[in-house]
């Protein structure tokens, strides 16, 4: 089936610091989208992309919507405690048009 | 505004016995999706409806059902459940297919 492949699986890094992660598909996606997800919460959307080469910015959050339309990155500036969480890349597109999610990147920020 | 309700928030379930898992929205989402959570697996689809009516199979559908008789309810159904089962369902609504989706706070679900 279709599968997202995010990287890396997981960070640890000192507060201050920028990080950057992305998800890479085997097939073409229309629309990408990026959520956080807190321990015992759902996931909440962070960014949404919907045109090839499309660059967003929510605060310190800064996402591109890839131009060959089989990748995307997040990257978030300035990196707090907050910021702690698994961070989840997802697509609608490919063969069946579904929304599906990558395997998830576990953000740990020191102070 | 609720947004997307889910329930209930925990259950533990005897293995074989049947179980529906709620979810209700009140945006006037057409599409509705269930997602289960495992450690390691993030999240993978299970069912999903584009509009009422309607409903169609994601990545593991196998032992579990749904139906879609109006806009706002997508209940998911374990007919037998199992241990394999134990997992976070996460049911999801979307404005339709492209747009973006929105989660409930999750069902934790034990099979024992």
């Known amino acids: 089936g279709q599968q997202l492949n995010q990287s890396p699986q997981s960070m640890f890094i000192q507060e201050g610091e920028d990080v950057s992660m992305n998800c890479t598909s085997s097939?073409?996606?229309?629309?990408w989208l990026w959520y956080k997800q807190d321990p015992g919460e759902g996931p909440v959307l962070l960014i949404a992309?919907?045109?090839?080469?499309e660059l967003t910015s929510n605060g310190r959050l800064t996402a591109q919507f890839g131009i060959t339309r089989k990748d995307s990155f997040l990257n978030i500036s300035a990196s707090i405690p907050s910021d702690v969480g698994i961070y989840f890349c997802?697509?609608?597109?490919?063969?069946?048009?579904?929304?599906?999610f990558g395997t998830g990147t576990l953000l740990a920020v020191q102070p | 505004i609720a947004g997307i309700t889910q329930a209930p928030t925990s259950q533990i379930l005897a293995a074989g016995r049947r179980m529906t898992l709620r979810c209700t929205q009140d945006?006037?989402?057409?599409?509705m999706y269930w997602y289960r959570q495992d450690l390691g697996l993030g999240l993978r689809l299970i069912h999903y409806?584009?509009?009422?009516?309607?409903?169609g199979k994601g990545e593991v559908p196998d032992g579990y059902s749904v139906s879609r008789a109006n806009t706002d309810d997508f209940p998911l159904t374990l007919a037998s459940a199992v241990p394999s089962q134990t997992s976070v369902y996460f049911c999801?609504?979307?404005?339709?297919?492209?747009?973006?989706?929105?989660f409930g706070q999750g069902t934790r679900l034990t099979v024992v």
């Open positions: 999801a609504s979307s404005a339709g297919l492209n747009t973006e989706a929105f």
């Open positions: 097939s073409i996606f229309n629309t």
């Open positions: 992309l919907y045109k090839a080469g």
């Open positions: 997802a697509g609608f597109g490919g063969a069946t048009n579904k929304l599906i």
């Open positions: 945006m006037r989402h057409n599409a």
């Open positions: 409806s584009n509009t009422a009516g309607t409903t």
